[in-house]
């Protein structure tokens, strides 16, 4: 990890790095940024960080005006990552702010074989963690189905759904420790679609805690959307919180892109959100961290003023 006082890192593979290297590092992240490829929004905490990624989305729908016309299309993760932003979403609709009743919602991932009403399915997840608690039309909220009888024909129905809708305005999204997001785990092409994908052993050994530790209760495989899919939204935020995340971040913001760090493929879009925590930051360098936290005063404007449907109503 690095020491954001000395700007030393604890990583022995990296510890000898030229002074080069790292200046070149540091204008590699300063050119995209200004190239208008990415923006990294550092807040203090894993709450902070949850609220900012809430404004964000709930200024983008509202701005939008959705309408019977004209939907907003939203992409959205599962995991622990993005719990703390739905719960503000869901405060945001009970006090009459945000409306979801003209958005269309299309999911990452769901696991193949599992019963849609099972607790650790990604349909129960969303259900009960964000669809039942808003005025969400459960005909516009979009789940791959992991029972389908001809899989490959799911995953080809869903990416004809997405283009039938014009396409994704914002993905939200949020990594594992190894950089992947949705179930693009490392080696995956960056350019591929919505899939069939067998899981890595690490990750169903780290899903094993969610099945009792029963391995042989652990699904294998996963319908996912491609990172190729998620690199057409018009624009993408990713939600990466936890020391545990902070190279994952290193790879995706200061290194080039690499199909084994499949998060880093987004340095190549041109509106990508990275929202962080402190504790994520620790792997990059102090330079880095010191830039995106000098553009906060610019970054805050995207959520300050907060607007509300309540502004449009006659």
């Known amino acids: 990890m690095t020491d954001h006082k000395t700007g030393t ?7 000898f790095a030229s002074s080069r290297t790292e200046r070149s590092g540091a204008a590699a992240v300063v050119c995209a940024v200004r190239a208008g490829t990415m923006r990294l929004v550092i807040l203090e905490d894993y709450d902070l960080a949850s609220e900012w990624a809430a404004k964000y989305i709930r200024n983008r729908i509202v701005q939008a ?9 939203l992409g959205l993760p599962t995991g622990s990552t993005p719990l703390g932003c739905y719960k ?15 958005v269309k919602t299309f999911n990452m991932d769901e696991y193949v074989g599992l019963p849609r009403d099972h607790p650790e399915s990604y349909h129960s997840y969303m259900w009960n963690n964000f669809f039942k608690h808003v005025d969400m039309d459960p005909a516009n909220a979009h789940i791959l189905d992991g029972n389908a009888a ?4 799911e995953c080809d129905a869903f990416e004809q759904k ?11 999204g949020g990594i594992g420790p190894d950089g992947h997001i949705a179930f693009n785990e490392p080696g995956s092409s960056l350019v591929s679609r919505t899939r069939v994908k ?5 990750t169903i050994l780290a899903n094993a805690r969610f099945f009792g530790n029963d391995l042989s209760k652990v699904p294998t495989m996963t319908l996912t959307v491609g990172v190729g899919t998620v690199m057409d939204a018009r624009e993408v935020m990713i939600l990466i919180t936890g020391a545990h995340k902070a190279f994952a971040l290193y790879k995706a913001i200061e290194e080039g892109v690499n199909h084994m760090w499949t998060v880093s493929a987004f340095q190549q879009h041109p509106r990508t959100i990275f929202v962080c925590d402190e ?15 000098g553009l906060m005063h610019v970054h805050n404007k995207l959520v ?8 449009y109503k006659d």
């Open 9 to 15: 890192r604890s990583h022995d593979s990296r510890l």
């Open 65 to 73: 005006k959705p309408s019977a016309d004209r939907y907003f299309t």
């Open 88 to 102: 503000k979403l869901i405060e945001y609709y009970r006090k009459g702010d945000i409306s979801f009743k003209y």
């Open 150 to 153: 001809d899989l490959q024909k």
């Open 162 to 172: 997405i283009s039938d809708a014009g396409g994704i305005d914002l993905f939200v």
């Open 198 to 202: 067998t899981l890595a052993q690490d």
């Open 279 to 293: 504790d994520a930051t620790l792997e990059l360098r102090v330079k880095t961290v010191k830039y995106f936290k």
């Open 304 to 311: 300050d003023p907060m607007y509300s449907i309540k502004d």
